[in-house]
């Protein structure tokens, strides 16, 4: 059973640089086909897809944080990071990292086969 955890501070001043850290177990991130995805929720609304590493190490990001936003991964030590740039309060969420074959289930949310607990991080002004 793959197991995600996430890791990381759970406050960022405004303007700084959020970083987070799934570590997977149970599975490898190389896994054909497999997508490895960070998604958060900010209080009170819904689900925001912001990007995802492939099993090959491609990358894509949500049209509307590209310019902010990184995903990377170490393959020996099985983790994929995010690093989310100059934010402010409205960045403040929970942020989870997901993981299926079905990139539609990430990119909206729904159906995703494997969830981490989710970190929340909140951003001060």
């Known amino acids: 059973q793959v197991q995600l955890q996430e890791s990381g501070p759970g406050l960022v001043k405004s303007s700084q640089t959020l970083s987070l850290t799934c570590t997977v177990s149970?599975?490898?991130?190389?896994?054909?086909?497999?997508?490895w995805s960070w998604i958060r929720q900010p209080p009170g609304k819904g689900l925001e897809w912001m990007g995802v590493?492939?099993?090959?190490?491609?990358?894509y990001y949500s049209p509307s944080l590209k310019s902010r936003t990184s995903i990377s991964r170490n393959t020996h030590n099985n983790q994929f990071s995010l690093q989310l740039r100059s934010v402010v309060p409205e960045d403040t969420a929970v942020y989870y990292c997901?993981?299926?074959?079905?990139?539609?289930?990430?990119?909206?949310?729904?159906?995703?086969?494997?969830w981490g607990k989710g970190a929340l991080v909140t951003v001060s002004s």
């Open positions: 149970g599975g490898s991130i190389t896994t054909h086909y497999y997508a």
């Open positions: 590493i492939a099993y090959d190490g491609s990358t």
């Open positions: 997901a993981a299926d074959q079905n990139w539609y289930a990430l990119v909206s949310g729904t159906g995703v086969t494997y």
